[in-house]
């Protein structure tokens, strides 16, 4: 079992920049990939980034990217995400989660531990 806690989130202002954490502990998150998804009220969530565990590949969705930079540091057992240019609808609870694969990818379905959730909201 992997127990996933995140950090970091916040009230900020549009434009603005946040880092949210996500630590692992259980055991080693050593091969499989990670990823953050969001949920913003009233709607369904969504894949935000994933990445793989050596961080040689990463996936974004297109609403992020090119403002949102995924990491991870395996010798922590964390993962990041930076976001920077928020924008009010970029405002949902961020949640991280461990895939099941060794390669990111952006279906739910695909992720088995989850984490609880960090709230971001972005004023305008």
């Known amino acids: 079992q992997v127990q996933l806690v995140e950090s970091g989130g916040g009230l900020v202002q549009a434009g603005d920049s946040l880092r949210l954490s996500c630590a692992a502990s259980g055991r080693a998150v050593s091969t499989e990939a990670m990823g953050w998804f969001r949920q913003a009220p009233g709607k369904e969530r969504e894949f935000v980034a994933a990445i793989q565990w050596s961080g040689g590949s990463r996936s974004y969705s297109n609403s992020v990217k090119g403002r949102f930079t995924i990491s991870r540091d395996n010798a922590k057992n964390t993962v990041y995400l930076q976001m920077n240019s928020l924008k009010p609808e970029d405002t949902a609870v961020y949640t991280c989660?461990?895939?099941?694969?060794?390669?990111?990818?952006?279906?739910?379905?695909?992720?088995?531990?989850w984490g609880q959730g960090t709230q971001v909201t972005v004023s305008s």
């Open positions: 989660a461990v895939n099941k694969y060794i390669l990111p990818t952006d279906f739910e379905d695909d992720y088995k531990y």
